[in-house]
């Protein structure tokens, strides 16, 4: 097996078969881009200055584990199944191919998954997370932090404080935690749920999937799309339809609506000629729905055994442009 030590300015490395040990000496701001640590050849580290970056640790092929300082450090994997810690700093960690797990740690950090079933998880700042390709989950932390699943069956968690959480396409699972978080589901049959706090879901998508909404405690907004499943959760919550975003066969449900307490938003286009007085009446359903209806078309059901009526719904007309 081959070894090797060498010695840059405030940096001791060693390495062999594709192993390293990094040993800091100092605060240089250096960068390696390239090495061949897999005893194969006989090509010199590429070094060169960087005015934001601290030195980090080589990325081969293989499974790697890379970490930075307390600078700010950028460190790009390569394929096989890494684990990156950026520590202290204002890191960007990309993973790469592979089953990554990359955790950014104190500092505003940039945080990438590619492609892989990756886990991502920021820390005590404001954070952002992207999941990319393959079946990610990924954790905000403490910060106001914006998390992207990206393509795949994500779960993104937001933590505390008031985050920004997008799906994506395929199923995905949001959950906002703590904070006055926004969650968008995206394309796909989502599940979106706040957690504490006043949250805006928005279920809306091009497609006909059921997501399921659940405001958890707080005063929510909820945005209802074709066949979605709405739950208030805890507190005076408001649920957002637009009309002509739903047909009778994709009615979105409401579970748990509170006559006095709830509302219902009906948005209407102007542009589409409406009557700005519209017909507002509400069917009951032979298993007990009702269905709330506008000028003798469907919008919105609310589950058997509740009530509703027109006192809880607010008319809201403007024009798309």
Request: with cysteine; aromatic share 8%.
């Amino acid at each position: 097996m081959g070894f090797a030590m060498f010695l840059l300015t405030g940096i001791i490395c060693a390495f062999a078969l594709g192993s390293l040990v990094f040993v800091p000496d100092g605060a240089e701001d250096d960068e390696i881009n390239s090495s061949d640590t897999d005893g194969a050849g006989h090509d010199d580290p590429l070094v060169q200055s960087q005015t934001n970056y601290e030195l980090p640790p080589f990325a081969t092929a293989s499974s790697d584990i890379l970490w930075g300082t307390n600078a700010d450090d950028l460190i790009d994997a390569l394929e096989g199944n890494d684990q990156l810690n950026g520590y202290g700093g204002d890191d960007v960690l990309n993973g790469g191919e592979g089953a990554d797990e990359i955790f950014g740690g104190s500092g505003k950090d940039t945080l990438h998954g590619d492609g892989g079933n990756d886990i991502l998880k920021g820390d005590l700042d404001d954070d952002l997370l992207t999941g990319g390709d393959g079946d990610d989950d990924v954790y905000g932390g403490m910060g106001q932090d914006t998390l992207y699943g990206g393509y795949g069956a994500d779960t993104l968690y937001g933590g505390l404080g008031s985050d920004q959480l997008w799906g994506g396409k395929d199923d995905d699972a949001l959950i906002g935690g703590y904070g006055q978080d926004t969650l968008i589901g995206g394309l796909g049959g989502d599940s979106l749920f706040g957690g504490e706090g006043n949250d805006w879901i928005d279920g809306i998508d091009a497609d006909d999937a059921a997501d399921f909404l659940n405001g958890g405690a707080g005063q929510d907004i909820l945005f209802a799309g074709k066949n979605d499943i709405l739950t208030g959760g805890h507190g005076a919550d408001t649920f957002v339809i637009h009309l002509g975003d739903t047909t009778e066969d994709t009615l979105p449900e409401i579970t748990d609506f509170r006559s006095g307490q709830d509302r219902i938003d009906i948005v209407f286009d102007i542009k589409g000629g409406i009557d700005e007085n519209p017909k507002i009446e509400f069917e009951k359903q032979a298993n007990g729905t009702i269905h709330v209806m506008i000028n003798g078309l469907p919008l919105v059901q609310i589950k058997a055994g509740l009530a509703i009526n027109e006192d809880d719904l607010n008319l809201i007309f403007q024009s798309s442009g």
